[in-house]
């Protein structure tokens, strides 16, 4: 068994700057030689594509609530290899934010705890002075047994300002502050309705990530940043779980849609299913190539298709091909949008779609945003009816027009003051919803998919 040296990337609060910090060093560390395996705490898809990127591997996503403590281990354990020589892990929201609110469950706390993994605090130090020490004292006291490793400080407005910031957090609480980044615009990764803009569109991201990386090479620790790495008390484990299903081997052949509008596909499913001895085969609806012939399953990822509608609605080699296809097709929020009749964007102008399930889909203002624990209504090649398994949801679009003749896929669970309700759609050879699912949550399920 190995201990593996890692660093958990938090901040007090959503808007720290963490995600780019996160970036910058992946690839900074990169550069010095050292072989990064990236991560992400909680259930985002956009924030990993960028440490990826930096890392030039994938990232995968440890989310507690989601995945289960079990499920988050195994999960540590698929991305760490003989290429690894330091984990960074970029956690979610605040330290110490949980899944529900009440508790640290699915938090970057919980993660680190976990996992045995030191935790460097991105502070955002507009502002700020003596006050800085206040809140890294705060932070670290909380939760005693949590391992405070470090603080980089961010958007500092000069070296002389870090300064005094560095001086009070160290003189105070005894943590090291190991760096900072200057306040910065061009340091600022674009957004927009469902977050950051995803590196699977346009842009000059290698340009970001490498401006990003030389920036904190230059006024960040990264040897000492390193040396709190070996802190971590994560082994890995010597065997570690596999997925390969037990009932028969499988020569499932996998289609994945893969561009600019389909971009939310869990990279630790992707892990999953080839660990399990499937084939993938990444194609382009959005480039209008028509599912793969020898593909068994479809998967289409969720994404952004309102913003390309017009040009998806034109691509009927696509269309046809997915009308045509008589494998599984299994389908997560902007996949089930394409299957739909239609698409009302945001300029409210209507876009044909596949057409393989009734009703329309329409962008609207308000965000439909939460973990979900579904129960399986039906028998398929995913679940066994009463199957039950814990996802998440994140749109800002609306399934209107929906017979109510039309097979539900799951009974979603009440909780958080919800009442439950039956979501998704599941008919003949689709199964699609909103719902997003990390195939590490169930591994029964990789083993079902491939052998049924």
């Given at each position: 068994m190995t201990t593996i040296p890692a660093l958990l990337i938090a901040a007090p609060f959503s808007g720290s700057g963490k995600t780019t910090l996160t970036t910058g060093l992946i690839r900074a560390l990169r550069l010095q030689g050292y072989g990064v395996a990236p991560f992400k705490v909680g259930p985002d898809y956009i924030d990993p594509s960028y440490h990826a990127m930096a890392a030039g591997r994938p990232c995968l996503n440890l989310d507690?609530?989601?995945?289960?403590?079990?499920?988050?281990?195994?999960?540590?354990?698929?991305?760490?290899?003989?290429?690894?020589?330091?984990?960074?892990?970029?956690g979610v929201m605040g330290l110490f934010d949980g899944a529900t609110g009440e508790g640290i469950t699915g938090s970057s706390a919980h993660i680190a705890l976990l996992l045995q993994i030191p935790v460097i605090l991105v502070i955002d130090a507009r502002g700020m002075a003596h006050s800085a020490a206040a809140m890294v004292k705060g932070y670290k006291d909380f939760i005693p047994e949590l391992n405070l490793a470090g603080v980089i400080l961010n958007r500092v407005g000069s070296a002389r300002h870090a300064s005094i910031c560095q001086q009070s957090i160290e003189e105070m609480t005894g943590v090291p502050v190991v760096g900072y980044m200057r306040r910065d615009a061009a340091l600022q990764i674009p957004e927009r309705h469902l977050g950051l803009v995803p590196t699977s569109e346009d842009g000059q991201w290698e340009s970001f990530i490498e401006s990003t990386a030389q920036r904190a090479a230059e006024t960040i620790n990264l040897?000492?940043?390193?040396?709190?790495?070996?802190?971590?008390?994560?082994?890995?484990?010597?065997?570690q779980p596999s997925h390969q299903p037990t009932t028969k081997p499988t020569t499932k052949t996998i289609a994945i849609a893969k561009d600019a509008a389909f971009s939310f596909t869990y990279a630790a499913n992707e892990t999953a299913l080839t660990e399990a001895g499937a084939t993938l085969i990444p194609f382009s609806p959005l480039d209008n190539e028509p599912i793969p012939a020898q593909a068994d399953i479809v998967l289409l990822s969720g994404g952004f298709p309102e913003l390309y509608a017009r040009k998806l609605s034109k691509c009927s080699a696509f269309f046809d091909s997915l009308r045509a296809f008589r494998g599984f097709v299994y389908a997560e929020c902007g996949g089930l949008m394409v299957l739909t009749q239609g698409i009302i964007d945001q300029q409210d102008q209507y876009w044909p779609m596949a057409g393989l399930v009734s009703g329309m889909v329409r962008m609207t203002d308000k965000v439909t945003l939460g973990y979900r624990e579904v129960t399986a209504l039906h028998d398929s090649p995913l679940f066994e009816k009463g199957d039950t398994i814990r996802g998440h949801e994140f749109h800002y679009s609306k399934w209107m027009q929906r017979p109510d003749s039309l097979p539900h896929a799951y009974e979603v669970q009440p909780r958080s003051g919800l009442a439950g309700w039956q979501a998704g759609v599941q008919r003949n050879n689709i199964f699609a919803s909103y719902i997003h699912l990390n195939f590490y949550a169930r591994p029964a399920l990789i083993e079902r998919l491939l052998s049924s």
């Open positions: 507690s609530w989601m995945l289960g403590e079990d499920g988050v281990k195994a999960t540590f354990a698929a991305n760490i290899d003989d290429r690894t020589d330091i984990a960074i892990i970029e040897d000492q940043l390193r040396t709190l790495a070996d802190q971590s008390h994560w082994t890995q484990p010597s065997h």
